[in-house]
């Protein structure tokens, strides 16, 4: 059974970067599209990005376009999320987690959830 820890979470000042990773643990995750989501308080969870398995192709919510990064090493069984610019409205739990490839692109379910880091972004 695979295992994601995230971490790297923390405060940040409005304009800062935050650089996010998820280690998965338990197999390899090589085949896998491995993504990032977040839950603000009394919000839903959303999408943030997701990642291929070959890390040719990605995919970004409109809301962070531009400003963050996703990127992965498959050695390292390791993805991150390089955050850049954030703003208060980035505060939020982000989790990670993984996809089988079912064929779609960009991935509509995920399979297996990390516990999640707090990023608190300050005006």
């Known amino acids: 059974q695979v295992q994601l820890v995230e971490s790297g979470g923390g405060l940040v000042q409005a304009g800062g970067s935050l650089r996010l990773s998820c280690v998965a643990s338990?197999?390899?995750?090589?085949?896998?599209?491995m993504g990032w989501f977040r839950q603000a308080p009394g919000k839903e969870r959303e999408f943030v990005a997701v990642i291929s398995v070959s890390v040719f192709h990605s995919y970004y919510a409109d809301s962070v376009k531009g400003r963050c990064t996703i990127s992965r090493d498959n050695a390292k069984n390791t993805v991150w999320l390089q955050m850049n610019n954030l703003k208060p409205e980035d505060t939020a739990v982000y989790y990670c987690?993984?996809?089988?490839?079912?064929?779609?692109?960009?991935?509509?379910?995920?399979?297996?959830w990390g516990q999640g880091t707090q990023v608190t972004v300050s005006s």
């Open positions: 338990g197999r390899t995750v090589g085949s896998y599209f």
């Open positions: 987690a993984v996809a089988e490839n079912r064929g779609a692109w960009p991935p509509r379910q995920y399979d297996i």
